[in-house]
């Protein structure tokens, strides 16, 4: 079974409003959408913004759910001045910008205590990714590329270019990595697929809510295409 986890309705109303629903469940405040979508099972559910709301999504899909991948979809801002708005970015690797503890001699990004910090997606299914984007016939670029996510919206071009600068990332969302994080300590595959929707500079206030809903119909056209390809 697939999980899929998008911290916006408009990150997965239409992924909803395509099943087949056979059950839901609410837990810890976020609804668990059971059934079938191209004739494949998956749960599909909102889990709210941010780091937290999305790792406690994603352990409760694991453990409640018993998936056997997690696809995380939605939107982002680019770090990629190849990347443009609308163009897709499939996760190579994901790591969280806003980890710092750098008072104690870490480097930016690091998790003490942790064997690694920077989580690598699944190999099939960033084939499966890509080759659903050529199957869905989707006019737009999709690039392979690094998530970095943290709990801010990144909407300068002295913070886009840090964050580009410290940790070579493609793109910035607040969701991703912590997915990552929590799938890859439970040994469960995952993926982080973002449709860009601004250029996380001083545009991004005015670019995030005219290209929002044009960047989510690409994230959810390409995970239709996945879900029947999965």
């Not at 453990?63 to 982002?76: E, L, M, P, S």
């Not at 270019?161 to 040994?187: P, Q, V, Y």
């Amino acid at each position: 079974m697939l999980g899929i986890i998008g911290a916006m309705e408009i990150e997965v109303a239409t992924l909803i409003d395509a099943m087949e629903i056979s059950k839901k469940e609410t837990k810890a405040g976020m609804t668990f959408c059971c059934g079938k979508i191209e004739g494949k099972d998956v749960v599909v559910v909102k889990s709210g913004v941010g780091k937290v709301n999305a790792a406690m999504c994603t352990q409760i899909l694991i453990d409640d759910f018993d998936v056997d991948a997690v696809v995380n979809t939605g939107v982002a801002g680019s770090l990629n001045n190849d990347i443009d708005i609308c163009d897709v970015v499939v996760s190579t690797k994901a790591q969280q910008h806003d980890m710092d503890v750098t008072a104690l001699g870490y480097d930016r990004g690091i998790i003490p205590d942790m064997e690694k910090s920077v989580f690598e997606a699944d190999s099939k299914l960033i084939d499966l990714a890509k080759k659903s984007a050529k199957d869905a016939g989707l006019d737009i670029n999709v690039f392979e590329g690094k998530v970095l996510s943290g709990d801010q919206f990144i909407g300068t071009e002295e913070a886009k270019n840090f964050l580009k600068k410290e940790f070579a990332g493609d793109c910035a969302e607040m969701e991703g990595a912590a997915i990552a994080h929590t799938a890859s300590l439970n040994g469960v595959p995952f993926i982080v697929i973002r449709a860009i929707s601004d250029k996380a500079d001083g545009g991004a206030e005015m670019d995030y809510p005219t290209f929002e809903k044009k960047a989510a119909k690409n994230s959810i056209s390409l995970m239709k295409q996945i879900i029947k390809n999965y």
